[in-house]
């Protein structure tokens, strides 16, 4: 029988997970020279690009206009979309392997890190992501009763997701909705009392994770002010140091002259807080209403930074009803897949994955984005982490080192699997039915888009069978 990529007969692949990491997979898949290749690109919703069209802030469209390059991937004719499709209920890994020669996992990191404090689980604290989804719309999310009716909230945590939290709360709802933000979200958001909004970094601002046009950004909201403690804004001599990384220098500046400009004169004002960290969530009648913080000291952590370690000083913030933890997400383990409970991610190597963490690699199955690396980068980073994948799957298929197994690789075999379990596909033609629906729908209110935001809305919206 010949080899899998040859001229005679295509490597086979199955990639699960139709976010960035999965379609760069796609896209080095394609492109290795000299390959034959098939790739069947599967995902749990009936809508592909995972964060690029869940997790991208609704203000932040350019930054979704790399599904252009997505769809280009999509519609080679070497590659079939199959979503609606949920890996471990759907399909299980076992029948996987016997239709593909390889599998990449691109799962992405679908929960959150806990912060562990007491109060964590009152009404009115919740994951950052989760209102990430609710606000994208995201099937999983949009039934979440988020109620804004509270004087101030807090978002814990000083990476970018907690930037896009700060900056949904704080935007005027009227430049929202003409975006592609869900209805039901911009409905809450006009409702919404919250006028104070703290924006909470356990260490300093040097070590803040958000990009420089992140913090800007929240400085030209037009009805907020920005407000930061000069105080706040003094330096230890390893984070002085730290000032000769360019992005730390340029949010540092930002930070420094909204210290200079003082309080504002607007009625909504985000207060940037740092070497603070939140120990306890206090509540009235089971829902938070106000966050005990207390002040840290910076201490180097032997590793070129610094840590922060508690004074044992605390205060408290009175009238907080809303508390995002926005402290990093976390994988959530597939049936059938090994998993780094530790790291919260796929088990692997560099991209291979391993029976176990330091174990044996698990032939022909291999990760890319958030689920090998973990949940860090921005979109763009995971081309180059799907091509370091995408070679190591070239490598071992050149050495010959593919699973032994019976693979069926016909045409037919995954198509004719799923229908024998009734699932309901969608192929990629029918999701560009469903979008041309969306933007139909959203131009009708003068938006972008107004998405679908139930799977069986979505289902019923779609066209004939393509
Ligand atoms: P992140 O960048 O890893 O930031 C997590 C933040 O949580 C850090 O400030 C971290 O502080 C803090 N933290 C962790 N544990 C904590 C605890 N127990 N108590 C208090 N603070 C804690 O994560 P993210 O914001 O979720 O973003 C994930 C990735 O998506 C990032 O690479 C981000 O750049 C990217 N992203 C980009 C955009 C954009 O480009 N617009 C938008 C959204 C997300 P320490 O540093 O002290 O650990």
Redesign the pocket.
Known sequence: MSAPGTAERPLCVAVIGAGPSGFYAVEALLKAPGLNVRVDLFDRLPTPYGLARGGVAPD?QK?KSVTAVYDRAACDPRVRFFGNVKLGKDVTVDELRARYDQIVYAVGCESD?K?GIPGEDLKGSYSATDFVGWYNGHPDYRDIPFDLNCEAAAV???????I?VIRILAQDPDVLAKTDIAEHAVSVLRQSQVKRVYLL???GPV???F?PK?IEEVGEIKRADLVVKEEELKLDEVSKAGLCDAAAKKNYDCLLEAAHKGAGRKDRKIFARFCV?PVELIGKDGKVCAIKLERNNLEPDGKGSVK?RGLGRFETIEGVGLVFR????RGIPVPGVPFDEKAGRVANADGRVVAAVGGPVVLSEYVVGWAKRG????IGTNRACSVATVGLMLEDLRAGKLAERGVDVSMEAAPRLLASKAVKVVSFAQWKEIDKLEIANGKKSGKIREKFTRVAEMLSAMGPSA
């Open positions: 932040h930054i890190r912060m814990v945590g000083i990476g970018n997701v907690a896009d970094g356990r260490r070590q803040a994770a990009s992140e960290s922060a926005s402290v990093g997400y949940p860090s980068g921005l």
